[in-house]
């Protein structure tokens, strides 16, 4: 079928449309949502700088390759409900994607408008189909024929296995999804915050999963509550393991256990999935003091400043490369900025010192400089002798990094792992044949889209293990 | 997954017995085992020690002391109404050794937590020794089940109403020394787990200590759990919750478990205003 040329005149020359924010005065005092997206002609506008490109290599660069060009040019028409029926070919999370997703990484930065201008925003467009749509949401719940096909187990219930989910129930298997935690999302629900991402949003998107049949168990853990090899026995014929990478690694420093010492895991479990910051409404409480180090650079490392300020504590971020070396998302670094997150570039927390009741109430640090790349190609930072120097501190988050959650594997030890990570063949499939793993098991700690991808990746294969595709796939091969 | 609950029994004072339907924890649990809980949808998540359970009735039991929020709002729970989650069998099971002669002691609701220990210690062949604790005669609990595996039971009270007068821990000095017993289990509150390593050290004694800090999701993912083992940052939900008692720093564990005694508080008190207690 010949592209019907736009009916529109493209206009890339035009400014990008920004964001609306919430005021940084008022975001310190709130967990309201940040970024207030589109309005409707803000979004037209955005749509129509969208060239329609002959080879629309947005669409190439987005794992998931939601069809951008096309639900674009359904917004520049005025047609809302139109693009998100385009997304959701691909996508059921265009609400969660449009929010967190590191698109500057993927489409947008392959967007040609990016070339000359600033490239077409995609990610906040996508948010604008998915937040019109919302109320329309309900109105499709229920109506989805129930899935009859072979059962499959997904363990874990992040990004990777929600996106499995949804291939795998619209070919019409049984799926059912198990998750360790008492809430639904993965690192979605525990760890980013909600005035980044709204829970109403991820409720409803994973609603829309229950709605087309997916069956979702909370409070179980696979490896403890039962075996890869129970559920095999239970009749599931093919198992994802999208566990996650959860275990969150330690400074190693002296101090490291006096009371006010977190993991960003803890920090952000106890604030977001348990409510803490609604304390003493809800029942579990925080301990944020007057000054508040968070250690590290990336996602986590913002949010946990950002709810700091929040809850009404100053905050320096302390990270041992430079503002470039920041692995965060532009958008969150620049906020957290805005918010008033004090940063200390090339510094590097070598001890904590409390008082009489265990307290933490001091960091000692010392000063870095980039020295050789390292195998990442990276500058690595080295300590500057006799640098050292020190802050206040009555509260520390250690943001620096996580590794796969080990539950599982330890109960399978037959499962080959690297380094704690999961090992995988090109269609997904790990060591024991129809369990297949993915999204930051496999890779260490990575991003939401990319978990996607690899969710994606897997559902494809479960399918074709189950359905024989792959057998005759390989019979032509050989 | 949501709970039922099957019976509940009053065992002393402020104890609580609660059965609870868990078909696929009562398969798969060994002693030494936790689960945890969320008794109401916005409750806080807290750790139990799985106490028992029935094969017929696919159900595991708790006992818990009600002594803050969650606890409270556990017990006040009724057969027929559910625990609105429950996870498990999280932990590591506690090591049992065979053919020995070995020490159970716990003081508190630590006395339901040992019944299982000292049951796997029965069967595995050992001569069980049980040392247990409580404030006075009304509050000892579960008598008759421990003295069911325990080759000798003695209890100690702090009140002298039954057994021996003092605590636990100088019942133990009164009855044993340096080679009494090659392996044992404490359970109990901190400064009585700490006062019973104490005590053993140098006695040629395996003495396994059941922790109880502070926990979150029980499952790895945050680190809340932390304690020192031998200079070893352990995550006790994991690792755990059974350590050396002879290399936990127990001081440190004392601390970090009162991190939030004062937000427990106004937290309790919130309720008290808006008249839920
Ligand atoms: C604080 C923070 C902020 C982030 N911000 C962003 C961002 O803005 N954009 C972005 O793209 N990426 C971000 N990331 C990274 C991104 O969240 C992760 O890469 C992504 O969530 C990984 O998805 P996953 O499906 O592999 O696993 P996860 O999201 O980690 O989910 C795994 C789930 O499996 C469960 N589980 C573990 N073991 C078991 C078991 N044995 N049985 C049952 N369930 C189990 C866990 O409880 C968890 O819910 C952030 C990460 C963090 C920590
Ligand atoms: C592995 C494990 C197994 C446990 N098994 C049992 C059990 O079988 N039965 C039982 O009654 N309790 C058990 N506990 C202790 C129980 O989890 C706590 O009593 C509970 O978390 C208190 O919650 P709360 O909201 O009622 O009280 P809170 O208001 O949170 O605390 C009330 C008081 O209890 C203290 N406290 C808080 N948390 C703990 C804790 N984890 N351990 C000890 N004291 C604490 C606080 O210092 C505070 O002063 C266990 C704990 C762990 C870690
Ligand atoms: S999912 Fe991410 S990469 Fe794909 S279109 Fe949306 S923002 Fe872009
Ligand atoms: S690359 Fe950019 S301009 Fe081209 S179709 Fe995609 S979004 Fe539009
Ligand atoms: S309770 Fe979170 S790691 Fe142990």
Redesign the interface.
């Known amino acids: 079928m010949p592209a019907s040329p736009p009916k529109y005149k493209p206009n890339p020359k035009a400014p990008r449309q920004p964001l609306p924010l919430l005021d940084p005065e008022r975001r310190r005092r709130t967990a309201d949502e940040v970024a207030l997206g589109y309005t409707a002609e803000q979004a037209q506008m955005e749509a129509q700088r969208c060239l329609q490109c002959q080879k629309p290599v947005c669409v190439e660069a987005c794992p998931l390759h939601i069809d951008i060009k096309r639900f674009i040019l359904r917004i520049a028409e005025g047609d809302f409900q139109g693009a998100h029926d385009v997304i959701s070919e691909q996508s059921p999370f265009p609400g969660v994607c449009g929010r967190v997703c590191q698109h500057e990484l993927f489409c947008e930065s392959a967007c040609v408008v990016g070339k000359k201008w600033d490239p077409v925003a995609i990610g906040s467009l996508e948010r604008f189909a998915a937040d019109h749509a919302r109320l329309r949401m309900k109105e499709l719940a229920g109506s989805y024929p129930k899935p009859t096909g072979r059962k499959v187990a997904l363990v874990g219930s992040g990004p990777a296995s929600l996106i499995a989910a949804y291939d795998l129930v619209r070919l019409n298997y049984r799926v059912t999804v198990f998750e ?3 809430k639904l999302g993965g690192v979605m629900a ?1 760890g980013i915050p909600n005035f980044r991402l709204p829970r109403e949003i991820l409720e409803e998107e994973i609603a829309r999963l229950q709605n087309m049949g997916v069956e979702f ?5 696979v490896g ?3 075996t890869l090899e129970d559920l095999f026995e239970e009749g599931y014929e093919a198992i994802f393991i999208g566990t996650g990478a ?3 690694y ?1 400074m190693g420093i002296p101090g ?2 006096l ?2 010492v ?2 960003a ?2 920090f952000l ?2 604030v977001n999935l ?1 409510e803490a910051f609604k ?7 925080v ?1 944020v003091g007057r000054h508040t180090v968070v250690v590290g650079g990336g996602n986590s490392a913002m949010d946990a400043a950002r709810w700091a300020v929040r809850l009404g504590s100053e905050v320096t971020i302390l990270y041992r490369r430079g503002r470039a070396e920041l692995k965060a998302r532009l958008e969150e670094i620049e906020h957290a900025e805005e918010e008033g997150v004090r940063f200390e570039f090339l510094a590097a927390p070598v001890a904590l010192y409390g008082d009489d ?2 307290c933490v109430r001091e960091m000692e640090c010392i000063r870095m400089e980039l020295g050789e790349p390292d195998e990442s190609g990276r500058r690595a930072p080295v300590p500057v002798p006799g640098s050292e120097f020190r802050i206040p501190a009555d509260t520390v988050v250690a943001a620096i990094g996580q590794a796969p ?3 599982l594997q330890k109960s399978t030890p037959q499962l080959v792992t690297k380094r704690g990570k999961i090992v995988i063949n090109d269609w997904g499939e790990t060591s024991i044949p129809n369990v297949f793993a993915g999204g930051d098991v496999v890779r260490g700690g990575s991003t939401v889209i990319l978990a996607m991808k690899d969710g994606r990746t897997a559902a494809r294969a479960i399918h074709e293990a189950l359905s024989g595709a792959r057998e005759s796939r390989e019979e032509v091969q050989a | ?1 949501s709970a039922l609950i099957l019976d509940k029994r009053q065992l002393a004072p402020e104890i609580t017995l609660l059965e609870v339907e868990a078909p ?2 009562q398969k ?1 649990w060994r002693a030494g085992q936790f689960i945890i809980i ?1 008794p109401l949808p ?4 807290i750790p139990l020690t799985i106490v028992d359970s029935s094969a017929e009735r696919g159900s595991i039991t708790m006992v818990i002391q009600a002594v803050g ?2 606890t409270r709002e556990a017990v006040a729970l009724e057969p027929g109404e559910s625990i ?7 932990g590591e099971p506690a090591e049992i050794c065979t053919g020995e002669r070995v020490l159970c002691m716990a003081g508190g609701v630590g006395v339901a937590e040992l019944l299982p220990v000292a049951r796997a210690y029965k069967e595995a062949g050992n001569t069980v020794v049980a040392l247990c604790g409580a404030r006075s005669d009304a509050y000892r609990i579960l008598d008759r089940e421990l003295r069911e595996c325990a080759d000798e039971l003695h209890w100690a009270t702090d009140d002298g109403s039954y057994g021996f007068h003092g605590n636990v821990v100088q019942l133990l000095l009164s009855l044993a020394g340096p080679g009494s017993f090659a392996e044992g289990h404490v359970i109990g509150p901190i400064p009585m787990m700490k006062a019973a390593a104490e005590a053993t050290r140098g006695w040629g004694l395996k003495l396994h200590a059941s922790l109880n800090p502070i926990m ?2 029980g ?6 759990c ?1 304690v ?1 083992v031998g200079g070893q ?1 352990r995550f006790a939900c ?1 690792d755990g919750p059974c350590f050396d008692a002879h290399e936990v720093d127990f001081d ?1 564990m004392t ?2 478990n ?3 005694r004062d ?2 508080l ?2 309790l ?2 309720d008290c205003r808006l008249g839920l207690h």
């Open positions: 360790a935690l008492h525990y168990v909370p409070d179980f853990i403890k509550t039962a959860g275990l969150p330690l490291e256990n009371i006010g977190y993991t895991n803890e479990t106890r348990m304390f003493p409404e809800s029942p579990t409480p301990r009741n265990g959650n080990p539950t | 997954m696929r924890i798969r969320r916005h409750s806080e998540r929020k969650t609105c989650d429950l996870v498990g069998p999280l979150i999701d499952t790895g993912m945050c680190g809340g932390r020192t940052v994991v440190e601390r970090r009162r991190a939030y937000m427990e106004e937290a008190k919130h």
